[in-house]
């Protein structure tokens, strides 16, 4: 397995055997919240040449006996509408967040909010990811997820998950959690 896979697939080890699953994965978020880089930090890229989506980036790589589709999607307000088009048959949303804007946790909660209620990703598995604790002004993830009001999302699992994408930390928890979580569950 190349260095590039690394990061991301260490957790999906151990399915070996079964028959080859894809998950796929639809990464979404505010422009500016760090979701180019999270992806980029899963498939051990360089994190230092980032500018914004304009459109999509889609990482579909193999491990093993896994597959996993990540549909990045850039967040500007104008391309927010067509966020819908690419639900369909989604396995997991990631939501990241940037934990140290808090000038836009409520425009996040509500663009969260709607997603949640798209029929295409009613009961769909939801990581967030609260991004940039690297800064000093972040908010906890604990007080994220009671901004967001996650504790009312049970029709769901969910999980919120404090990580900096630019250095990786919490990175791995987060992709544990979907290989405890979601992967078991569809063997």
Request: charge should be negative; include cysteine.
């Amino acid at each position: 397995m190349g260095e590039v896979q690394k990061g991301l697939f260490s957790v999906i080890e151990k399915l070996k055997g079964t028959t080859e699953q894809e998950l796929r994965i639809v990464l979404l978020g505010l422009d500016n919240a760090g979701k180019t880089t999270l992806l980029k930090q899963l498939a051990s890229e360089d994190v230092n040449t980032i500018t914004p989506t304009q459109g999509f980036n889609i990482k579909s790589v193999t491990c093993d006996s896994m597959k996993l589709n990540v549909w990045d999607i850039g967040g500007q307000r104008k391309i927010r509408p067509f966020w819908k088009k690419y639900l369909a048959n989604t396995d997991l949303l990631i939501y990241v967040i940037d934990s140290a804007d808090k000038k836009r946790f409520e425009e996040t909660g509500l663009e969260l909010s709607d997603l949640t209620d798209e029929e295409n990703l009613r009961g769909v598995p939801l990581l967030i990811f609260a991004n940039k604790q690297d800064l000093a002004t972040a908010s906890p993830a604990s007080e994220i997820a009671e901004g967001l009001n996650l504790h009312t999302y049970r029709d769901r699992e969910w999980q919120i998950q404090a990580c900096s994408a630019v250095s990786g930390e919490g990175v791995q928890d987060g992709m544990n959690w979907i290989s405890n979580n979601i992967v078991n569950k569809k063997k």
